[in-house]
């Protein structure tokens, strides 16, 4: 009986040295894509279930095969210019195209090819546009657009930097995307409004806290060659333009001609009325001659036409629409009056050709659907489509000594 205790007791000692011999089990922490395959089917098969028709819509187009439009850049007489950048998913061809044309400017005057910050205005001019919009205790317009001279309300106010200095995207961001900055600056301005909290500087720290979040604040000062600058600075002694210099023309028929007029669209949110009218043959002329005679310039109008297309890279009017010899004063004012031309787009003019009697202009575009042809970021655009379709454009007194000489 003693020697089976023995025994026994000696077999446990022996299990336990073992199990105490051997290395110790630890399982190791791994990070997974979580999945759920079946779930996933189940969402696929009710989408299904509950989409309507997706046969996709077409939309009235010319046959641009009848066309016989220029096919390359290089036809072109063109002039300096920076190559095209896309404004991506955002609202600012206004500035985009404005800011494009003050570059050309700067080299125009003095052979210095920079390139400026277009987010630096944007910025700025949602700040303000927030400040009128509180004014006008929420009757005003607050949207994504502007025109070609808030650039320069913007750049007095507040000066301008180098493309360098602000970007207005965050670290690895490929494109501008302000979809949902301009819904949380719209949504809260809305619920300002719903509130009655017209307290504008508390409303402005809101605006720029969102604004800072999705393109981050702009800078106060910028180091140019190892000097320190404000912006207002790097505006008056880099940039160095006069910017009292340049002239917006529009061609409305429904009011006096060589007279000062309000450009009546809602991007004008300030109601600025420092838009010189004047009749369509001038309008036309002074796009003509400023082009042959080394200026680009800042034009913007309507691209929702059946005649224009990012697949071809042109816009053309089809007789469809309106044959080219009844293109005049009546026909414009119709179609902006009616609602079917509209302030859709700014752009920058950057060259021309004679073809055929008529010119053909090469336009620098930022949106996206100039990427899509032969010639990527631009279009080429025919005379016609201009006269019709584009409402305003920005010029040096310069380029048109007769239009001044008519400004009082």
């Known amino acids: 009986m003693k020697k089976s205790v023995c025994l026994f007791l000696l077999l446990n000692i022996v299990t336990i040295i073992l199990m105490f011999a051997q290395p110790t089990h630890r399982d190791t922490a791994v990070f997974i894509e979580k999945k759920n395959e079946f779930y996933d089917s189940i969402k696929t098969s009710l989408d299904t279930f509950y989409k309507t028709d997706s046969t996709s819509k077409k939309e009235l187009a010319v046959d641009f095969k009848a066309f016989n439009p220029p096919h390359s850049i290089q036809e072109f007489k063109s002039y300096w210019h920076n190559k095209p950048i896309s404004q991506a998913v955002s609202g600012m061809c206004w500035c985009f195209s404005t800011t494009s044309f003050f570059e050309s400017e700067i080299y125009r005057l003095r052979k210095q090819g920079i390139k400026?910050?277009?987010?630096?205005?944007?910025?700025?001019?949602?700040?303000?546009?927030?400040?009128?919009?509180?004014?006008?205790?929420?009757?005003?317009?607050?949207?994504?657009?502007?025109?070609?001279d808030a650039v320069i309300r913007i750049w007095k106010n507040h000066g301008i930097v180098p493309a360098s200095s602000y970007t207005g995207m965050l670290n690895g961001q490929p494109f501008h995307d302000h979809s949902k900055m301009f819904a949380e600056l719209d949504a809260y301005l809305?619920?300002?409004?719903?509130?009655?909290?017209?307290?504008?500087?508390?409303?402005?720290?809101?605006?720029?806290?969102?604004?800072?979040?999705?393109?981050?604040?702009?800078?106060?000062?910028?180091?140019?060659?190892?000097?320190?600058?404000?912006?207002?600075?790097?505006?008056?002694?880099?940039?160095?333009?006069?910017l009292d210099e340049y002239v917006e023309l529009v061609s409305f028929a429904d009011r006096p001609y060589y007279q000062w007029t309000e450009y009546d669209v809602p991007d004008n949110w300030w109601h600025s009325k420092e838009y010189f009218n004047v009749?369509?043959?001038?309008?036309?002329?002074?796009?003509?001659?400023?082009?042959?005679?080394?200026?680009?310039?800042?034009?913007?109008?309507?691209?929702?036409?059946?005649?224009?297309?990012?697949?071809?890279?042109?816009?053309?009017?089809?007789?469809?629409?309106?044959?080219?010899?009844?293109?005049?004063?009546?026909?414009?004012?119709?179609?902006?009056?009616?609602?079917?031309?509209?302030?859709?787009?700014?752009?920058?003019?950057?060259?021309?050709?004679e073809k055929d009697g008529k010119d053909w202009y090469l336009i620098k575009d930022s949106g996206s659907g100039s990427r899509n042809n032969s010639h990527p970021g631009y279009y080429f655009f025919h005379e016609d489509y201009v006269k019709l379709k584009m409402l305003g454009v920005m010029l040096p007194k310069s380029s048109m000594h007769d239009i001044v000489s008519k400004m009082k």
């Open 116 to 148: 400026l910050s277009e987010l630096y205005t944007v910025y700025w001019e949602y700040v303000e546009k927030a400040r009128g919009y509180v004014l006008a205790r929420g009757k005003q317009e607050f949207g994504e657009g502007s025109e070609s």
């Open 190 to 242: 809305k619920s300002v409004k719903a509130s009655n909290a017209w307290d504008v500087e508390a409303v402005e720290r809101v605006v720029k806290a969102i604004l800072n979040n999705y393109i981050g604040a702009p800078p106060e000062k910028i180091s140019i060659n190892g000097k320190e600058m404000t912006p207002r600075e790097y505006l008056e002694k880099v940039v160095r333009l006069d």
């Open 279 to 353: 009749p369509l043959s001038d309008f036309m002329s002074a796009i003509k001659n400023a082009i042959r005679t080394g200026y680009t310039m800042s034009i913007g109008g309507d691209v929702s036409e059946p005649g224009i297309n990012g697949h071809a890279g042109i816009a053309v009017i089809p007789t469809f629409d309106i044959p080219p010899q009844f293109i005049d004063e009546s026909s414009r004012i119709f179609r902006f009056k009616n609602g079917t031309t509209g302030d859709d787009h700014g752009i920058h003019l950057v060259g021309y050709l």
